[in-house]
């Protein structure tokens, strides 16, 4: 996984996290948990690119629209089936991290499986 694919697979799991709305700092070590396993080459540390990546995710995860726009930009980032599969695995554990995922979390899961494998979401 290069350095863009990883960015691609945080964002996709900071989207994730704004899914059900409530924010808890328990997120924050899962996140950093999944970067401490799939190492992190930037010239920004994590906590800097979460300065940016996380006023992103806030805005795209006000509406559905605004979701799908940053689902795209994140399926760019992963550039293929084979990464897109690992995020897709990735996503669902973290958001089974803290239990079963909630309505509106099954419901980002399912658009991002859609996003990321090309389908049309409806």
């Known amino acids: ?3 863009k694919q990883r960015e691609a697979l945080v964002d996709l799991l900071l989207l994730g996290m704004f899914a ?3 924010l808890k700092v328990s997120d ?3 996140l950093l948990s999944v970067i401490d396993e ?3 080459e930037s010239y920004q540390t994590p906590d800097l690119y979460f300065q940016s990546a996380i006023a ?3 805005d795209a995860a006000d509406t559905e629209a605004g979701t799908l726009a940053r689902l795209k930009k994140i399926n760019d980032g992963l550039a293929s089936d084979e990464i897109r599969h690992q995020a897709i695995e ?3 554990r973290f958001l089974n991290l ?9 419901h980002f899961l399912e658009l991002a499986k859609a996003s990321l494998h090309g389908e049309q979401v409806a």
């Open 90 to 92: 990735r996503l669902e």
């Open 28 to 30: 924050d070590q899962k």
């Open 20 to 22: 059900d709305g409530s």
């Open 56 to 58: 992103k995710a806030r």
């Open 98 to 106: 803290d239990g079963e995922p909630g309505v509106e979390e099954s």
């Open 38 to 40: 799939i190492g992190w």
């Open 1 to 3: 996984m290069n350095q």
